[in-house]
């Protein structure tokens, strides 16, 4: 069994002349544990009865058969499973949302709660979970941290039972693994235009169109209200619908708009929409449909409401979701103003209003970033909204460190930023929001999301390269962040390219000596490790060490980070008779220079934990394990990724010793805090699910250990390869399990040899550092 080394990964730099560097992958972050009197225990909180945060049921028509196929699915229990999930994927505005909200109010009463979620991207689930804390239990999150509420939500979602998880609008169906993965009692609802990546227990529905008797009626009940249509009225609906493809988003919005304008008839309407076929986007035809009818709409709407036509635009560069009033507000603007643009807006189906919060369909977002065919000098509407975004954003975050900073706000903010960074237009340039794309990705990074701060990274390096070159400082350290967010997030295709990069560059630039061309060393060195290529690692680790004791002194922070590293790579290659010596010096320099509780000493003492125990010697490993997880659920917090690298190594020792009453609950628990805080395919997070199954193999549970096993091994080769160590002992463990299994079935066939098998243990899998 495997045991992690806690964050001795490459170092992350900052940028900027506002910027502080960062030492290293993994950063410690405080604040994020709930404190006693507030952390109700989330198996004593109740839900009051019908408690949810369902938008207003929309009219969702012709969806019988398809809101029947939902109850069906997550009602069903099969092959003795208690997670029941269901996934509905379209086109963009095929009607996926208003399906699952009409599914949830109508069955409203056979839930203990409903809870819908903005599943746009992991930020925004986050959010959502942390809106579920506040509302279970709003006087005990005033000083909690994010992670520490998601981590609660999920707590209480785990104890009980008989809720629904509504995802909408899912962009990248492993986001839902962490939450799939770890919560058993109730029911999950996805809606997403992604047809493939769900997991095979999710049950999938394919939303088509409206028949055209459907799409007609539901016309006319958004035209006639209660009036029962002519049948001249009834035959142009149902032209009408047909023009429109019978796309339910194109209906909700042709349908608004001729219910606010009563002296244009169906047909006037027709014909309006015909004059501008001619002048809509490229695209599919979805979004050729929408660019029609917003057309249309957006002529009335600047004679009479130019201010909505504005805050529409600013909208589609934003997140689609929970977009504040305040960021659509243009300065100088009374917010009453403001406020009466989105309801005009949402009188006209162009944004759904809660009040204080907006959201916009996706599709209607892509419509609207799109360049218009124009004839006029003036810049584009499109990138006015962009402008007034991109301000709204940056008069709203107040930077780190400074007074009035609020962490709530940028956590609130990071979404649109990282929609801003997405969704660049080709050649734009804002130095001031380049900058605050770097601050964001250093938060992330702080808070154990380096992973996350791929998009924002990509847009800043974009931009230093084209304004400051392609050798500045600043690109040099974007371009380091940018490999190493990419490794984090298992990517290493495309880190190893850019750590290369970055090295030879500095090189050449500032010298094979200076401070960043060190930085770049160790990172490739790290890199290369983590593919398993210690021949490479080794000697740029020695290098680097060499150098860094040579110009920087024997007890920097970034000697002491190299020499852990080397001790690492030893340890991987099987040296542990230099490992351990490494090790122990680089504890004890670290307790003496950085102090006993610094995440880098504690970095170390895990190391050297782990070091001892590789040679058996659990009477110093365990004691230390357990100190070191004491201290760093103290100071990183109970779910910081060092924090649960040494929880599952804790466990291991555990395992090695015997102990497996004491092993079972930390594995699991380590399994179910990686899927949440690294993501599903995270390399530890596979580890710590190989882990957990040869747990269960040594317990006799093979039911639960080869499909562990199975999972882990699909992703190690996804994520590693299919030579790397860690993926080849799965695969020796894998097929023990199997063998295990297959000699139980048929003992009277079980050779000599699957019997001695099976006193084996599972194979160790030695994930490098």
């Known amino acids: 069994m495997s045991t992690d080394d806690a964050a001795p990964g490459p170092q992350f730099e ?190 999938t529905l394919t939303l088509g169109n409206l028949d055209p008797d459907d799409a007609t009626t539901l016309l006319c009940r958004l035209v006639f209200k209660d009036t029962t249509p002519t049948p001249r009225q009834k035959a142009d609906a149902r032209a009408l619908a047909a023009d429109l493809g019978y796309l339910p988003l194109a209906i909700k919005q042709a349908g608004a708009y001729l219910a606010q304008n009563r002296g244009i008839s169906l047909d006037a309407y027709r014909r309006r929409l015909d004059t501008k076929l001619g002048k809509t986007v490229r695209g599919i035809d979805a979004e050729r449909t929408i660019a029609r009818i917003w057309n249309v709409t957006v002529d009335t709407l600047e004679k009479d409401q130019p201010l909505a036509v504005e805050v529409l635009h600013t909208a589609a560069w934003l997140a689609p979701d929970d977009i504040p009033h305040s960021l659509l507000t243009p300065p100088g603007t009374d917010p009453d103003d403001t406020a009466e643009a989105i309801g005009t807006l949402a009188a006209y189906s162009m944004v759904t209003d809660t009040g204080t919060t907006v959201s916009i369909h996706r599709l209607v977002q892509t419509v609207l970033r799109t360049p218009q065919n124009t004839n006029t000098t003036r810049q584009p509407r499109n990138l006015q909204g962009r402008e007034r975004a991109e301000q709204a954003v940056l008069h709203a975050l107040t930077p780190p460190g400074h007074a009035g900073t609020d962490d709530s ?49 990509v847009a800043a390096l974009a931009q230093r390269e084209g304004v400051l070159g392609d050798v500045h400082s600043d690109t040099l350290a974007t371009r380091n962040n940018l490999a190493s967010a990419y490794q984090a997030a298992g990517d290493i295709g495309r880190a190893i390219p850019l750590f290369e990069t970055a090295l030879a560059q500095r090189e050449q630039v500032l010298g094979d000596v200076h401070p960043g061309a060190l930085t770049s060393r160790n990172n490739l060195a790290n890199a290369y490790q983590s593919v398993g290529d210690l021949g490479r690692a080794i000697p740029l680790y020695e290098t680097a060490l060499a150098q860094r004791e040579q110009l920087l ?175 080849l002992a799965t695969r020796n463990n894998l097929a023990h399990a199997r063998r295990v299994a297959q000699a139980v079935q048929q003992p009277s066939t079980a050779t000599a040899a699957t019997a001695a098998d099976r006193q084996r243990p599972p194979e160790a899998s030695e994930r490098p550092v």
């Open 14 to 203: 900052a940028a900027g002349e506002r910027s502080i560097a960062a030492q290293r992958i993994g950063n410690a972050y405080t604040g994020d544990v709930l404190p006693a009197e507030a952390l109700y225990a989330p198996d004593k909180v109740t839900a009051a009865p019908g408690t949810s945060n369902l938008p207003p049921a929309a009219l969702c028509l012709g969806r019988e058969d398809e809101l029947a196929w939902l109850r069906r699915v997550l009602d069903g229990r099969g092959e003795g499973a208690i997670t029941q999930s269901g996934a509905v994927h379209g086109l963009g505005g095929i009607g996926k949302s208003t399906l699952a909200l009409g599914y949830a109010h109508r069955h409203r009463g056979d839930y203990s709660l409903i809870w819908w979620i903005n599943a746009g991207s992991p930020d925004e689930i986050e959010t959502s979970f942390t809106d579920l804390t506040r509302a279970l239990v709003p006087e005990g999150t005033v000083t909690a941290g994010r992670v520490a509420q998601v981590a609660w939500a999920m707590q209480w979602l785990a104890w009980h039972p008989g809720w629904l998880l509504v995802y909408d609008n899912v962009e990248d169906p492993d986001d839902l693994a962490p939450y799939i993965g770890a919560l058993h009692q109730g029911h999950h609802l996805a809606t997403s235009r992604r047809t493939t990546g769900w997991p095979d227990t999710a049950t």
């Open 409 to 457: 706000q940028w956590d609130t903010l990071t979404p649109h930023l990282v929609s801003l960074a997405a969704t660049t237009p080709p050649g734009h340039r804002n130095d001031l929001l380049t900058d605050v794309y770097a601050i964001a990705s250093d938060r992330l990074h702080e808070q154990g999301h380096t992973a996350r701060t791929v998009p924002l990274l």
């Open 553 to 727: 002194g024997d007890v920097h922070p970034d000697t002491l980070a190299t020499r852990n590293n080397l001790a690492s790579a030893y340890q991987a290659a099987g040296d542990i008779g230099r490992a351990i010596p490494l090790f122990e010096t680089a504890l004890a320099q670290r307790e003496q220079v950085l102090g006993d509780v610094h995440p880098d000493t504690l970095t170390s003492r895990n190391n050297l934990a782990n070091a001892y125990q590789s040679v058996g010697d659990l009477g110093r490993a365990i004691p230390l394990y357990e100190a070191t997880l004491v201290q760093s659920e103290q100071v990183l917090g109970d779910v910081h990724p060092n924090t649960l690298a040494t929880r599952n190594n804790l466990a291991s020792a555990c395992y090695a010793a015997g102990d497996l009453e004491r092993t079972i609950p930390l594995m699991e628990a380590t399994l179910t805090q990686a899927e949440q805080v690294l993501g599903d395919n995270h390399p530890n997070t596979l580890q710590s699910r190989n882990n957990l199954a040869s747990v269960y193999q040594a317990v006799g549970d093979l039911g639960r250990a080869i499909p562990l096993f199975e999972t882990a091994l699909t992703q190690f080769e996804q994520v590693l390869g299919d030579t790397h160590p860690n993926t």
